[in-house]
């Protein structure tokens, strides 16, 4: 599954445009990445990047006015919710290999 910020109508596009085998759930107000310590928040003086270059309304996709998203990232968590491998970076374009969560899962 993936969790993101965005209200769930946004989600649920997404899923369709992308094809997506995997569910895509609401975090809404990042509760879930404040608690996993991966939430950040826009300062004002940079704002104008999503809104001007990008055009794009983070509170309208998330649904609140914090102007906060999560860093990418991907945990893996046991059946007893104890989390088993961890990969965050505050850059968007490096992310994780698949396999390297594979082999992760096979050890469990």
Known sequence: MAISPQAQNY???LVKERR???EVL???????????KVAFAF?????WVYKDIFKLDLPTFNGDNSWALPMPARF????QGVIRAADVNLDHTIRPEPDTAI???KKL
């Open 11 to 13: 989600n649920r596009e």
């Open 43 to 47: 300062p004002d003086s940079w704002q």
């Open 103 to 105: 082999e992760v899962l």
């Open 20 to 22: 997506l085998p995997f």
């Open 26 to 36: 609401s975090d809404s107000g990042n509760q879930v990445a404040h608690r996993f």
């Open 76 to 79: 893996i968590v046991d059946q």
